[in-house]
């Protein structure tokens, strides 16, 4: 089944209650100059209506039975168009997109107060569209100001998040199927990259065969920065500026995902040596978080809670780095005091969908959210061995043959009826595998 975006539009109209709801596309970025960054649609928008085109504004008005879904879309214009290209304009909005009326961009302002007006209260997030909330604040604005003599107003402005974000984090079996798709492309060009690299050449060259595969398989490109750090530049988890020489000896870490045309994403991260055989240590450390990420994984089914994912991969790492005298003292003690921080300092994942750091709550005030069928996170457990943070001070120091190790290996992972099924299982992550 494909994808229904007017089923979810349903959905959110039922769940407004009265409220009219505006939510904007994304806008055209500049890059420099006359030059744009690609376009990258916003996820709320495109979740509600499967719309590509920057600019335009959606409206869901239930208090409008007849005509609830409204859509603001950048019109026909032949010149317009022979410089950016095709637009659906206002019949495309209704024919394809499913619209019930649609206008042209450029009179939303005047349109605008009319739509809103009869609503219980308007859902608009506030802080995220520069171009879009005077708009709806000045419409908000005046509609109090007559209230006295209309005898009505929208009561309150809220933010359609939580309704939309609760949507979006219990995926529907086609969006797991679609993040699926995105894993398998993500784990062949990791398998691609792995068997390409070789000592001297540039962390670039490797870049490039990540990245000629997600396009080679007709997806968007790289759901984020490819990040391919050699050696020591690992143990920067921001790492991208992906230009030094792979040396012989070091690990070559690779955290790369593709982006479906339709934006659901993979993100996917492995690590091994340049060389093709882990040294002494690499081998340590490296079992010590595939087992910590093995563990963690297992922890995933319907019941189980993100935060136990994550506690389990820090128990079981911290009590391997205690074995091999990176950490010591009493287990508990030292995981309550947050003492391995300076070796393992990010969470083990975090939700996954049509944004790589997807939306939903992880917890509400002390309650954390139970995993559910249909809901898809990562599993990224890591450890970073270099000179830049400082062990506690009651803790040991680091011997230099321990340093410019960096591993993370990440899985995408999506809670099933019974447990967990691992998306991106073809991107290989046994010892032997990562050795040649
Ligand atoms: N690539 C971003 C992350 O792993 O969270
Ligand atoms: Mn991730
Ligand atoms: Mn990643």
């Known amino acids: 089944m494909p994808i229904s975006h007017a089923a979810r539009r349903q959905l959110f109209l039922d769940a407004l209650e009265g409220q009219a709801a505006v939510i904007p596309a994304a806008q055209a970025m500049q890059h420099h100059a006359d030059v744009e960054f690609p376009f990258r649609q916003d996820s709320d928008f495109w979740y509600l209506t499967g719309f590509d085109e920057p600019g335009a504004v959606a409206l869901f008005l239930p208090h409008r039975p007849e005509t609830p879904f409204v859509l603001f879309v950048p019109a026909k214009d032949a010149t317009a168009e022979v410089w950016e290209g095709f637009r659906w304009g206002t019949e495309g909005a209704v024919q394809q997109f499913g619209a019930d009326v649609a206008h042209p961009l450029d009179q939303l302002e005047v349109l605008l107060p009319d739509y809103l007006n009869g609503a219980d209260g308007i859902s608009f997030r506030v802080g995220r569209h520069s171009a879009v909330e005077p708009l709806v604040l000045k419409v908000w604005a005046q509609q109090l100001d007559r209230a006295p003599r209309l005898g009505m107003a929208p009561r309150q402005l809220s933010a359609p998040c939580p309704i939309l974000h609760a949507m979006r984090l219990r995926k529907e079996p086609e969006e797991v199927e679609r993040i699926r798709m995105a894993a398998r492309i993500s784990a062949e060009a990791h398998e691609k990259a792995r068997e390409f690299a070789r000592p001297d050449q540039n962390e670039a060259e490797v870049r490039a065969t990540l990245e000629q595969h997600f396009l080679a398989r007709g997806t968007r490109g790289f759901a984020y920065p490819s990040i391919v750090a050699g050696g020591d530049n690992a143990c920067i988890l921001h790492y991208t500026a992906n230009n030094a020489p792979l040396r012989d000896g070091d690990l070559l870490l690779i955290d790369a995902g593709c982006s479906l045309s339709d934006y659901y994403n993979g993100d996917i991260t492995r690590t091994f040596p340049i060389n093709g055989r882990f040294s002494g240590e690499q081998r340590e450390l490296y079992s010590l978080v595939l087992q910590a990420q093995e563990a963690a994984i297992a922890e995933v089914r319907p019941g189980a809670t993100a935060e136990q994912v994550h506690e389990r991969a820090v128990r079981v790492l911290v009590e391997g780095l205690v074995e091999l ?72 120091a680091i011997d230099d043959r321990w340093k410019g190790i960096g591993i993370r290996i990440e899985d995408d992972v999506a809670v099933s009826q019974n447990g967990a099924e691992v998306l991106s299982a073809e991107a290989l992550k046994s010892i032997e595998a990562m050795e040649r």
């Open 325 to 396: 005298g990176l950490l010591c003292g009493d287990l508990d003690g030292l995981i309550e005091q947050g003492a391995y921080r300076h070796l393992y300092m990010h969470r083990t994942g975090h939700w996954l969908g049509l944004d790589v750091h997807d939306v939903g709550a992880y917890r509400l005030g002390e309650h954390h959210i139970s995993l559910e069928a249909g809901m898809v996170l990562t599993v990224e457990p890591g450890l970073y061995i270099s000179d830049r943070l400082q062990p506690p001070e009651d803790q040991p």
